[in-house]
């Protein structure tokens, strides 16, 4: 299932969320200049698990937050940026600016460091802003949970466009991650599934109190 948008509109302009996006874009753009040297770039600038683990230097914990703005090709920065524009304007909504960003990034630190316990010893770097953008898919189920999404499906040599419910659409999205991580223990490279997994949970776990304080807003 492809999203293409969500029915709630923001009350306001999301500018952390567009910052964000167009950092990524402005980085990606760079990288198309690198040519051969994108490899070392890649490895200087991403998460490297083993050198996390071994190598706790500041530059080495810096490349946890630069990661972040890394994509690996151009379907890795527009799946990635696609679900960024159509979740995060109504996350950044409920939680304002300043905790929207503490989100962002605590989701993408999480997700990474979940990854790199899974994976201790790798030296294959993590790229890409799937753990953070993970962590506002997680906030948005539980803000949003009736939400409609707009979604491309594919079915069979078909595609047809509905609306489905954010938990189903969300909560199918998380099972996959879910099956494919299991899927890749003890695999070398791919798709970092476990970084997904831990930005999606910070996500559920920050939205909590979100939630409740709207529902008290509501009723009292």
């Known amino acids: 299932m492809i999203p ?44 490297i698990p083993a050198r996390i683990i071994f190598d706790t230097t500041f530059f080495t914990i810096l490349t946890l937050f630069t990661s972040m703005f890394i994509h690996g090709g151009f379907e890795h ?12 304007d109504n996350v950044e909504d409920a939680f304002g600016h300043g905790k929207f960003i503490i989100l962002y990034f ?14 201790p010893h790798s030296e294959i770097p993590l790229i890409g802003a799937s753990g953070a ?10 803000l949003y949970p009736g939400a409609r999404v707009l979604a491309l499906i594919p079915i069979f040599y078909f595609l047809r466009l509905t609306y489905v419910p954010a938990v189903i659409f969300l909560g199918f999205w998380f099972l996959l991650q879910f099956l494919y991580g299991l899927g890749s223990l003890g695999a070398q490279g791919g798709v970092a599934w476990f970084a997904h997994i831990g930005g999606f949970l910070t996500g559920v776990l920050f939205a909590l109190p979100i939630k409740r304080r709207i529902r008290r807003r509501l009723y009292f």
């Open 4 to 47: 293409l948008k969500d029915d709630i509109p923001s009350r306001r302009r999301p500018y952390v969320m567009i910052t964000i996006l167009i950092l990524n874009i402005l980085v990606f753009i760079y990288e198309l200049t690198l040519g051969n040297r994108i490899t070392y770039f890649f490895h200087t600038f991403g998460v």
């Open 133 to 142: 953008i993970s962590g506002i898919l997680g906030a948005y189920i539980i």
């Open 106 to 119: 605590l989701s993408g630190l999480m997700g990474s460091l979940l990854q790199i316990l899974i994976s």
């Open 77 to 88: 920065i527009i799946g990635n940026m696609l679900y960024l524009w159509i979740f995060a």
